[in-house]
């Protein structure tokens, strides 16, 4: 039976404030899951889309200075060992930019040089991609897929917008802004079930390696067969 907010885990928003918000309810069930009803209207993040190259080393030069976790959301187009970036959104300091055209292959080079912390919904595919165009990427800190195994074994799917139902009360667009909100929850929960030393040591480190281990594949010693 579902019991009223019962559990000692704080409630978060989508305009990141915490608590009950009005006239909704926080109920949890036999599986320790969460409920969230009810909707609030966020306002509309910033927003700018870069497509030239020098205006793509400007954006990654001012996040790198704020000094705040960047967060990434990315697509992937073709197969390995070709793959590329269908799609690049990167959020931070209260922005988000859409990457494409020339503005790609600067984010790229970014990915294995840049010092700043980056967070992503999947890091897989950041990984995979950016492996397959011999740049590894350094610092990824975070990953909400990861942490939202960790903390619900069970789900079917990890995509964002079901993230977003399931630890924030109120809408909120599935785009690059929402996953530091929804990185903010997920925290507090593995905090709260002693899970933070097994996703940060251990969880985050085998995704690199086995995303390393899927793009050099398996090959064929020709010579021996």
């Not at 889309?49 to 697509?75: C, H, I, M």
């Amino acid at each position: 039976n579902a019991v009223a907010a019962v559990s000692e885990r704080r409630d978060i928003k989508a305009d990141g404030s915490t608590g009950a918000a009005p006239g909704t309810v926080a109920a949890a069930g036999d599986d320790g899951l969460f409920s969230l009803f009810g909707t609030e209207e966020q306002p509309g993040p910033v927003q700018e889309t870069v497509t030239a190259s020098d205006r793509a080393r400007e954006v990654l030069a001012e996040l790198e200075e704020s000094g705040e976790e960047v967060w990434l959301q990315v697509t992937e187009s073709g197969t390995i060992p070709a793959l590329q970036f269908g799609s690049v959104e990167l959020c931070a300091a209260g922005k988000t930019y859409v990457l494409s055209g020339a503005a790609v292959p600067v984010f790229v080079q970014w990915l294995g040089t840049s010092a700043c912390a980056k967070g992503t919904l999947d890091s897989k595919t950041l990984y995979r991609v950016a492996l397959c165009q011999q740049v590894n990427p350094v610092k990824v800190v975070d990953d909400l897929s990861v942490a939202a195994y960790l903390d619900n074994p069970g789900q079917s799917s990890y995509e964002l917008k079901k993230l977003i139902d399931a630890y924030l009360i109120g809408e909120l667009p599935a785009t690059a802004a929402a996953l530091p909100k929804v990185a903010a929850a997920l925290k507090e929960q593995l905090a709260f079930k002693h899970l933070t030393k097994l996703y940060q040591e251990l969880e985050l480190h085998l995704v690199q390696k086995k995303k390393k281990m899927e793009v050099a594949g398996i090959t064929v010693d020709r010579e021996l067969l």
